[in-house]
């Protein structure tokens, strides 16, 4: 079990960050990485294709930071979207039935709708994007790259739990009847792969039991939050770049990555009628690239090794997201959500 | 001669302007739900399918069972409040002048989704602000509380709030029609040696009942499309509504189409229906209209009840615009929501963040303001032409108009994205990513607010001045423009700053029309609600807040203005 204890009221950013396990300090790679983001010609190019256009599901200010970067670097402004992936969908397809394509990139975490929209011919084939060769196979399909992987964690607020909960039975233990929050399996996209594994792994009882001792959140964010405030007291399924940001401003929560767990992962494509081409590929190669992937996992999980401030990933298990909405009406009825 | 045709007996100019409208008005309403139904017709057994599967599971009509109990439940304490509220701040001395007019529409001006997390910042059982006080207080008396007493996250508390949501809808069409009604009957009642209270609940509020009935009426309509108190607050309380359970399913992906319009076709059904019984229960005639003789007298002495009344308004106000807003307003600067308020932790990072940082802010507002006041001028007026032109026609016309209008009232935002999206987007609109998209939606989705107070406004004008008009030789054009509509004004501009402010922050549909080249206030604080935080939502929605208020406060004083020369 991967443990980050929780960072008390006044510990520092440092505290927190050596007392996660596996965190790699900053090894000096960045000159070492092969130069993929740097082909003069494709720069070039993408400077006179003008603003470049990335539709995203990422925390407005890691995403922020990133973009902000990129035009440092580059010149070149990014115009950011955030969508989750239902509107995202409708969108992609608005958008390619009117022949007036503006998303240049997508960053996005539903592993149904890349598949659906790969099989659309939306995306272009990976080999096109500079850098792709650096990533394992495991985080590759034909037409999307995994960029972050965002594994689900349990997370509590340390002012009202003392003792660094054992794991996911915690949420169901008695002892917390009326001080747990979980996610509502109805919003969407990959949570409610957590809530199949818990099925699968623990029985319907584990489930029922849930619904039982706790409240449901509507999203993920604000649930996180209530944590902080200590309106509920322990939380699951966590996403760890909000816990990053709640533990960063000395909020009181804990995490920790229980086994088994199932990662959220963000994927990113490049769209084939891109209207900028060339800034789609630059800026995919720039978040590939080490210094992306230091911006965008800070304080989390890289599909590749060697980036600095990123930690080593807990052991994860993938259920079976093809068939993951016709699970979710009796998840619902356990956890007696209606 | 019938009402409704020239001296000819042939439809004159105006009555052929008004039927040219309609038209108009109606292919644009119905012919995008008529491309989203016909593209989805493939989809439709598939939609039945899950329709007939969901009802064997007994999970709709649990659904339908909650969004009757929140929407009948919220709509009727919103009938009250409002109605009481309106009666003190216009007719009696209990009124609380200027900003007992601008408050009432706090719950509206605090922007959907941050103005329900502000309450539940309040009254969260464990973290609540107002439960912290609540519970020194009791510990005083000798009574110890874990959590509450009060929790917002249960049916009562989804009710209560919901029911302050809808507290505006009511406020606005009754407040507009008080302030055009005769004082002659209250006058009439005091001499009579009745008491304020019984002159309020047997002569003023029955004689603008079907202003209350237009304000329930609207507060049911806005009811079932209230999305988000129930998504913020509903998941929690277990109490899955109609309009969060559309919107499932259509964020999902694929998203289920047919089940969706399905669904939201038989709310149209519903919101029909309910328009219907209206009529039938609340007759046009027999009720206090504004007479071409008499004026304004003065107002009701409420003697000892005075304080009482306006510490009642005052607490509504408190409760509902002040108190929120302090939440938020504190959250805003802390670096994480907390009970614990610490002012040397407090931080503008939150402000500096959605105003500099956060790209699309100041564009949003810029888009959104922009849209608002042309979303309300246009559906106003469209109304106003629609609803007062045929005022006085009493035949198919006015019928049509009110049918048409109000068609919209209850597909959720959603849907009516959806056909949008869908109807615009290939040739020959190619609308998708402009603005005028935005609008065209907004519009649609407008026209039934607009629609009710055209017709709470028209239903308190009598009909001696238009024939008046019309003996000394006017038009009906002319009756418009110069009697009907300046004499609806108040009443229009009730309906013109709710549609403003629905508008301004409008989230669901600006969700699937909105992007990065065209912001809106609405997507921006969404994003923030799911991927950002609590005090980057706070410090955005207190900023918006601040810029809705100053606008509707400058429109309120200008209305009184021209309403008190007129």
Known sequence: ?338 | MRAGTGRTGLPAGFELLLLASLVLVTVFLVYPLGVAVFRTLGEAPAGASAIAKSIESGALLRVLRNTALVVFGGAALATVVGAVLAFINERTDGSLGASGELLPLAPMIVPPIAGVIGWAILLDPRVGLVNGVLKDLLGRLGITLDNGPLDIYTPTGLIFVTGLYLVPYVYLIVAAALRGLDASLDEASRVHGASPLRTMVRVTLPAVRPAIAAGALTAVIGGIGLFSVPIVLGTAARMDVISVHIYRLFEQFPPQTATGLMLSAAMVAVVQFLLLAQRWLVPSEGHAVIGGRGGRAGLIRLGRWRRPAQGLAIGYLLATSVLPVLGLAIVSLQPFWTPIIDTKQFTLASYTFVLFENGPTSRAFVTSLGLGAATATAAVLIAALLLLGSRHSKGTLAKASDMVLTLPATLPHTVIGVAFLITFTPAPFKLYGTTTLLFLAYLAMALPFAARAAAAAASGIGADLSEASRIAGAGRGRTFLRILLPLSLPGLMAGWIIVFIHTAGEVTASSLLAGARNPVIGRVMTELWVFGSFPQLAAMSIVVTAVTSTGVAVMLYFTRRATLRG
């Open chain 1, 1 to 338: 079990m991967n443990d980050i204890p929780s960072t008390p009221a006044g510990g520092s950013r440092r505290n927190f960050l050596h007392h996660a396990a596996g965190v790699v300090l900053a090894p000096p790679l960045l000159a070492a990485m092969p130069a993929f983001a740097q082909d003069a010609g494709l720069i070039a190019a993408a400077r006179k294709e003008g603003k470049g256009s990335l539709y995203a599901v990422t925390d407005p200010a890691i995403i922020q930071a990133l973009v902000a970067r990129f035009k440092e670097k580059y010149g070149i402004e990014i115009e950011v979207t955030r969508l989750i992936s239902g509107a995202l969908g409708q969108r992609l397809t608005a958008e390619q039935d009117s022949g007036s394509p503006v998303a240049d990139v997508v960053m996005d975490t539903d592993k149904l709708l890349q598949e659906t929209l790969a099989a659309r011919r939306y995306y272009v084939p990976i080999t096109e994007i500079p850098g792709h060769q650096t990533y394992p196979d495991s985080a590759k399909t034909a037409t999307s790259i995994i960029v972050s992987h965002i594994p689900y964690s349990l997370v509590w607020n340390t002012s009202l739990i003392k003792e660094t909960p054992k794991g996911w039975e915690d949420l169901i233990d008695p002892k917390n009847k009326g001080r747990v929050l979980f996610i509502d399996p109805r919003v969407g996209g990959s949570p409610a792969l957590w809530h199949v594994l818990m099925r699968e792994t623990y029985g319907d009882a584990f489930l029922r039991a849930l619904g039982q001792n706790g409240q449901a959140a509507p999203s993920a964010v604000p649930g996180l939050q209530r944590i902080a405030a200590g309106a509920q007291a322990i939380y699951a399924p966590g996403v760890h770049q909000v816990v990053v940001g709640l533990v960063a401003k000395n909020a009181p929560v804990g995490e920790s990555f229980p086994q088994p767990t199932v990662s959220s992962d963000t994927c990113l494509s490049v769209m084939a009628k891109a209207p900028h081409p060339a800034i789609a590929r630059l800026l995919s190669s720039f978040i590939l690239s080490v210094e992306g992937q230091a911006i965008l996992n800070k304080d989390g999980f890289s599909p590749i090794r060697g980036v600095p401030g990123t930690m080593a990933l807990p052991k994860m298990t993938t259920p079976d997201f093809r068939t993951i909405k016709d699970k979710i009406p009796g998840l619902v009825s356990l956890l007696g959500l209606t």
